[in-house]
């Protein structure tokens, strides 16, 4: 089975600041996802990563994604509050996806 | 379009009751899942269809039953409720090209 480790789990950071949300998997993919989930909400698609070196960025955030090293990594860049949320990433093994645990993030003005 | 719609979104059910989280996508996605999850946590996958007439388990199947006679509709039946299965569940689908999962908006089920 496919796993999938985020870290950190909880993340409390100062608005202004930039921090990096690391995911790590076990086995061979091409395509890599991350999903935002505000709290009492459903999950909204942010980026789509789908080859070696892809790189996305909307906004204050940027994903990257490394299929040798099995890493991808969401990067963000003076955190503002409205960023506050949980962030999932989400790789694709054929019939479904294996999610992450999430990463609770929390911007403290 | 609507994408993914996920009836109800609230609903609380005694123990030992039986109820049909019903989802319906008009995106004319192959695949379809249902996950749950509990609060402060991740995504756990209870079944997964990858077309009509086509369903499989995931991790947490017990307690749960699929069925996919249509493209559109991937109804998740509860059987015997029981507190353990006080969750919020998400429908979600997919096409075969590279997007990923779109998600319902969730149906929030407490069983006392």
């Known amino acids: 089975e496919l796993k999938v480790e985020q870290n950190p789990l909880f993340l409390s950071m100062q608005e202004g600041k930039n921090y990096t949300i690391y995911c790590n998997y076990s086995t061979t993919s091409d395509r890599l996802y991350w999903y935002r989930q505000d709290p009492g909400k459903s999950l909204e698609s942010l980026f789509v990563l789908l080859s070696n070196g892809a790189v996305k960025q909307e906004g204050r955030l940027m994903a990257s994604l490394d299929t040798k090293a099995r890493l991808s990594t969401l990067h963000i860049t003076a955190a503002v509050h409205d960023l506050s949320a949980t962030y999932f990433c989400a790789v694709d093994a054929g019939n479904q996806f294996y999610f992450g645990t999430g990463t609770s993030l929390t911007v403290i003005p | 379009n609507a994408g993914v719609t996920q009836t109800p979104k609230f609903r609380i059910l005694k123990i030992g009751q039986s109820m049909t989280l019903q989802c319906t996508q008009d995106m004319n996605h192959n695949y379809m899942y249902w996950y749950r999850q509990d609060p402060g946590m991740g995504l756990k996958l209870i079944y997964y269809?990858?077309?009509?007439?086509?369903?499989d388990k995931g991790e947490v199947p017990n307690g749960y039953n699929v069925s996919r006679s249509t493209t559109e509709d991937f109804p998740l039946r509860l059987e015997l409720a029981a507190p353990s299965q006080t969750s919020v569940y998400f429908c979600?689908?997919?096409?075969?090209?590279?997007?990923?999962?779109?998600f319902g908006s969730g149906t929030r089920l407490t069983v006392v």
């Open positions: 979600a689908s997919r096409g075969r090209g590279p997007d990923g999962y779109t």
């Open positions: 269809s990858v077309g009509a007439g086509i369903t």
